[in-house]
């Protein structure tokens, strides 16, 4: 499967074709602030907004390559891509793209975060451990320890809609993206993720609720894997309403939706043709789920 071609036609499902926009109607300068197309800028920028928040622009279709990382967000700082990427330089060494302190809100539009490597560690795109909006969106070719693409801390907040989470990995833990706070993923597609251990997709252990959204194509590969679709395990209260979990692949049953020890609740909800099944060999059942 091509799947720099998927994420364009799937992002364009999600109408979120803006992503690749040359031209962008302009706010008053007073409202946000220019970040050219560099790194330097981009660092400076989000220096400057953790002062006193701010809504940052970036450069439409821009590259921003980066060889350090950026400073963390640690104020209420909203962020419109405008179909730029933001990436880890391949031989740089392994750091994360984005990091939301504890005090920090991002809004994070119409970009493409890629390449962060938080080896060792939680978040490989983006670590949350305050308030995170991603929207329009694409997290791929991400890696860390636990939560790939996207990973919510203890005490955070996440909301994810209309993006596309995809190529991302973990050595333990959530491919895609891992909750330990409350996370709500609407009308996304995760695709192609890898973890392995514990969800391939999604690995959740706080609150997550799903939404109109496409689990497809994930994997949980390691000897112990399983759930490779979505895992909820600890205390976790999972909710998947209106979406589907199809075609993920575990080494262990189940491969669609694990549970060991917390809650899944299927509301019009499709789980099905995974391997080497959708729920049977869970721990803890997963009530409605067929084989």
Do not use: W
């Not at 967000?73 to 392994?94: F, V």
């Not at 539009?109 to 560690?121: F, L, Q, V, W």
């Not at 979406?243 to 262990?252: I, Q």
């Amino acid at each position: 499967m091509n799947h720099s071609k998927l994420a364009i036609r799937t992002l364009g499902v999600l109408g979120a074709a803006a992503l690749m926009v040359t031209g962008v109607a302009v706010t008053p300068a007073a409202a946000q602030t220019f970040v050219p197309c560099t790194t330097d800028a981009l660092a400076t920028a989000i220096t400057n907004a953790n002062t006193s928040g701010g809504t940052l622009a970036l450069a439409p279709g821009c590259i921003y390559d980066l060889t350090t990382p950026l400073p963390d967000i640690q104020n209420t700082i909203t962020i419109k891509g405008h179909g730029a990427t933001i990436t880890r330089d391949p031989a740089a060494p392994a750091f994360r793209i984005l990091t939301v302190d504890s005090t920090g809100n991002l809004d994070l539009r119409e970009a493409i975060i890629a390449n962060g490597d938080a080896t060792g560690d939680f978040g490989g795109g983006i670590r949350n451990d305050g308030i995170l909006t991603v929207s329009r969106s694409l997290i791929r070719n991400n890696h860390a320890d636990f939560s790939g693409g996207i990973g919510g801390n203890t005490g955070s907040t996440t909301n994810v809609d209309h993006s596309l989470i995809t190529d991302n990995s973990a050595l333990h833990n959530g491919g895609g993206l891992g909750n330990d706070g409350t996370m709500t993923i609407d009308r996304s597609t995760v695709v192609n993720n890898n973890a392995l251990e514990l969800g391939g997709g999604v690995a959740n252990d706080g609150t997550l609720n799903v939404t109109r959204t496409a689990v497809v194509d994930n994997s949980a590969s390691g000897p112990t894997g399983a759930g490779g679709g979505v895992a909820n395990f600890g205390a976790g209260a999972t909710t998947l309403t209106q979406s589907k979990v199809v075609s993920n692949n575990a080494t262990n049953a189940p491969g669609g939706v694990y549970n060991n020890g917390g809650t899944v609740t299927l509301n019009f909800t499709a789980v099905l043709a995974n391997n080497p099944t959708n729920c049977f060999g869970s721990p803890t059942p997963v009530p409605g789920c067929v084989a």
